[in-house]
């Protein structure tokens, strides 16, 4: 078993590892392409080859990331003796009596781990912060740019100004300065993560109110089930503070996890990346409102009565939301760089993780000598982002279609 | 170009067919549309939205898009086939030879470059001129497009312009290359009329001038008239009626074009004594026309088994000038039968007073500078309105875009409040009470509809959920389930089939949707209902049935109808009092009658002159006004109207318009002018419209 697998073989070991995601595959599209008439603009994506590619590469990496336990070959954190650089396709040399697989499919790194399985790894770390937080970003950048630009005047000044602080600010210092040990001292991003988690809660109180206050049942229904989930959510993400964990142990006597908490460190980068993103949402949501205000139906809703926010989260938002949904796309992107990025200055996360911008980071400094644990998962982060712009190309496309 | 025998037609469409192919189907545009036009004859092409008119336009030009295709056919311009002809060939023919001009002036033109340039470009690329006298030329034409101060208008960029002087450029660009055949699709739809009225005659004028033959677009028969010295009328892709105007006018052949003319309010047609007759049914959608004719299952005359049989050819008129018509029964249909009388309908009565204003002023003030320093200039959108309203009653009140009729809506709504002055609805002062503070019963009881159907329904949400909104926010009905089932009786009272509760507003056509608006301000129980301009959007057969319907509404509920709107002929045909405003000022009021007969305010004159009548029989007065409506961040002094009225002259002592703002006059029958005319001058009026002795 010294020899290395040749680059066919590999490659078709590779297929057969992400067999769930195939079929997964499968599935979705035969589902959508038959269903495509009934499904609205999701349906219409089918319709477009640059669309069709697009949602194919991000759902590649979504199954990825979900079956994530079944593809991996190794233990992403695994060391194994004499794989340390192992070129792809190479054996191993103990099998422990065959529970191992018998390859590493894509060599190993400087500290002998299994790239494959790391880049594997890799994407359900990367895809679960990114398109979470996101959609944080639009949640902030939503509320504050509807008011901004529906109401207008000093309100919407001061909002843009704000934004434009943000913006004008450069995003890596801004991200080294959130994300250094001293800052953490001092409490701002628990601060900020105060601050920016609350905008989900007062986001979905304000839309069932404003919709249902003229039936007080159903709306006191709605607006209690998002304060209790809400605020339980926040307190666990925001301050580590979720008192599920404690009361269900104490009844239960054993140690369980709580429902929702979150890595310091994670906190901080998801904190980073919500700051920058949503001052640019709000840009957008503000420019899309300014136009659509001026249409008959918002007239029409003011001269009923409604209240402002009816007007805007029921009668502009829903009508704004073509673009929004494009820029979500091309947004979670920008977010995976962003993150890939701060991986490699090795910011935020633990530097055992098998995020792709840390992985990056690590095999550059043996680039010249073995490409492979760089290239990989550089090749991941690059097909997940062209995915996501294509689909969002794609959604752009054949809205504008009839 | 020299082989080409000018006592041949400049352009001649033989059967022509055109298609437009989408992701699910081939959609037939135009089928078997054929014309000719002469050297120096305007065409008029006329149809509702949706009948391959601008198509028609489009394939001449030879600009269907990606998806449109001519499928069969021919369309020959000076002899040449220019459905097979070559790119290169067709871009020395557009421009120089066959010029377009569409509808809204502001996007033919470039915003980044000078009126000037952009003009001297079109014979310098045609016909490598040089540029000073290139520029000449332009000058020339500008001059010829009746501009005041051409050097200044050559130097200025196009949003420096009115749209009335947007349009004239887009005119004169198309004449600098001196084409042969110039397109007009709806040039004038989107100005007002009384500069629609001056685009008119200068197209006219210029047509005569240069020998150019025209293809004139529009959906409004009157103009057709006034523009055109043959039309082709189109229904559903298809010519069905073509010839001399005046012979179509008179003696139409085809019953589609019949019931056009019965659904638009000429002057003589009343609400109650001679209502409009609209066309029953909708236009097809152009995959689902109907087998034989088209326009079959709306026809009076329609017979199963015959008009349903065969595609229907046309056939010639005899003894007219080259009249056809696309209709089997041409001969058998008694063409004079006068109308089918339809049920006259009671006039509504007249009741108490439920909306007075007195001395209304609206000012707004915007800040000069860019950063909010600089003088403060005041905007007076209304100045001193003072009218009232009873119930039952329908009061018109007409102007031109920027005289204040949208500001006093918004007044009178809450959405704004009032500067001064006092509004009085139902025993409430509600002049500075915003629509927030005011109680539901009052804001469900004034309600607004809307003008543009493509924009008054959220596209976001189904119909059904739109009422039951406006439902839950006046608090009507008790449960929801009470609320759905008021929502669809209000769908019955509007017409519409209940099964629309659950469509999308896209997959309505512009006159249900407007019904639905009629159904979502009524939801309430309104009892004063603005419309403002509810049916200039909608082609005219349906403008009937919306007006139909608006009237059976108000006889039923006695709501008090405030009409909004630019259109004379339908103000006559509705309203009980007009209102006629200019600048912020009311400058005439009075009945019907009396706003319609002398003597008048001499803008309503030029209005009334201004609005092409489709009746061969109706001589107008022409008055065409100079220039524009001033803008009224800065009118001018005196009488508002002063900078264009052409009775100024007449008014002792000189000069007085110019210094003094006239007081209303109150003539017999509460009849109220202001204007400082005597009442010697006044007294001599002619009437506008004379109906000529058949």
Known sequence: ???????????????????????????????????????????????????????????????????????????????????????????????????????????????????????????????????????????????????????????????????????????????????????????????????????????????????????PPQRNLYVGATLVIGLWAYSGLAFNADPSGEILSAISGRNVRDVFSMDPNLLNVFVSVVFVNAPTVFRIVRGIVMDLKARDYVAAGQTRGEGPWYIMLWEILPNARGPLIVDFCLRIGYTTILLGTLGFFGLGVSPESPDWGSTINSGRKLLTLFPHPAVVPALALMSLVLGLNLLADGLREESLKD | MTDWDPSKPILEIDNLSISFFTRLREIPAVMDFSCKVMAGESMGLVGESGCGKSTVALAVMRDLGKNGRIVAGSIKFKGRDLTHMGDEELRHIRGSEIAMIYQEPMASLNPAMKIGAQLAEVPMIHRGMAKTEAWQLARQIVADVRLPDPDRILNAYPHQLSGGQQQRIVIAMALMSKPALLILDEPTTALDVTVEAGIVDLVKDLGEKYGTSMLFISHNLGLILDVCDRLCVMYSGEAVETGNVVEVFDKMRHPYTQALFRSIPLPGADKNARPLVSIPGNFPLPHERPPGCNFGPRCDYFQSGRCDAVEVPMYDVPDDDR????????????????????????????????????????????????????????????????????????????????????????????????????????????????????????????????????????????????????????????????????????????????????????????????????????????????????????????????????????????????????????????????????????????????????????????????????????????????????????????????????????????????????????????????????????????????????
């Open chain 1, 1 to 215: 078993m010294e020899t290395e697998l040749p680059w066919g073989p590999i490659f078709a070991r590779m297929l057969v590892q992400f067999l769930p995601v195939w079929i997964a595959l499968i599935v979705t599209f035969t589902l959508s392409i038959v269903y495509r008439r009934r499904l609205g603009l999701y349906g219409k994506l089918f319709d477009s080859p640059v669309g069709m590619i697009g949602f194919g590469l991000v759902m590649f990496w979504v199954f990825t990331a979900i079956f994530a336990d079944l593809i991996i070959t190794h233990d992403p954190l695994a060391q194994l003796s004499g794989l340390k650089n192992a070129v792809p396709g190479s054996a191993l040399k103990d099998t422990r009596g065959d529970t191992l697989y018998p390859y590493y499919l894509l060599g190993g790194d400087s500290l002998a781990r299994d790239v494959f399985s790391r880049m594997v790894m890799g994407a359900r770390r990367v895809l679960s912060i990114a398109p979470a937080a996101t959609l944080f970003a639009f949640m902030v950048g939503i509320t504050l740019g509807l008011p901004a630009g529906y109401l207008g005047g000093k309100l919407d000044t001061i909002l843009s100004f704000i934004a434009n602080l943000v913006l004008a600010f450069p995003v890596i210092l801004l991200f080294y300065l959130l994300v250094t040990p001293e800052i953490r001292v001092t409490g701002i991003p628990i601060a900020l993560a105060a601050v920016l988690f609350l905008f989900p809660i007062i986001f979905l109180t304000i839309l069932w109110n404003s919709r249902y206050f003229t039936n």
């Open chain 2, 323 to 694: 009249h056809a018509t696309r209709c089997l029964k041409w001969q058998e249909i008694d063409w004079d039968a006068p109308m089918k009388a339809k049920v006259t309908k009671p006039k509504t009565p007249i009741g108490r007073v439920v909306l007075k204003m007195d001395d209304l002023q609206k000012y707004y003030s915007i800040s000069g500078g860019a950063f909010g320093g600089g003088t403060k200039k005041v905007v007076k959108a209304n100045e001193s309105l003072s009218f009232e309203a009873r119930e039952g009653e329908t009061l018109a009140i007409v102007g031109e875009s920027g005289c204040g009729k949208s500001t006093f809506a918004k007044v009178l709504m809450g959405m704004e409040t009032a500067t001064s002055g006092s509004i009085m609805l139902f025993d409430e002062n509600v002049q500075s009470t915003p629509i927030q503070k005011r109680n539901t019963d009052t804001v469900s009881s004034v309600q607004m509809v809307f003008q543009n159907p493509f924009d008054t329904l959220n596209p976001s949400m189904n119909v059904g959920r739109q009422i039951i909104r406006a439902l839950e926010i006046f608090k009507q009905g008790a449960s929801d389930q009470e609320r759905s089932d008021r929502m669809l009786q209000l769908l019955d009272l509007v017409k519409l089939p209940r099964a629309f509760a659950e469509r999308m507003p896209r997959q309505l056509s512009g006159g249900q949707k407007q019904r639905v608006g009629i159904a979502r301000a009524f939801a309430g129980g309104a009892k004063v209902v603005v419309a403002d301009e509810p049916v200039s959007a909608l082609d005219v057969s349906v403008q009937a049935a919306v007006t139909d319907l608006l009237m059976d509404i108000q006889r039923e509920n006695k709501t008090t109808l405030l009409f909004i709107s630019h259109d004379l002929s339908i103000v006559r045909y509705l309203s009980d009092r007009v209102m006629v405003m200019y600048l912020g000022h009311v400058v005439e009021m009075g009945t019907t009658d009396q706003v319609f007969q002398p003597p008048y305010h001499p803008y309503t004159e030029a209005l009334l002159s201004a609005v092409p009548v489709a009746d061969t029989k109706v001589i107008r007065k022409r008055i065409v006004l100079e220039g524009d409506i001033p803008s009224a961040v800065n009118p001018p002094p005196g009488c508002p109207f002063q900078t264009r009225c052409r009775w100024k002259s007449q008014v002792l002592p000189a000069g007085l318009c110019d210094r003094e703002m006239p007081p209303v006059r109150v003539l017999e029958g509460k009849h109220q002018i202001k204007c400082h005319l005597p009442d010697d001058v006044l007294a001599q009026m002619e009437p506008v419209i004379k109906i000529a002795a058949e």
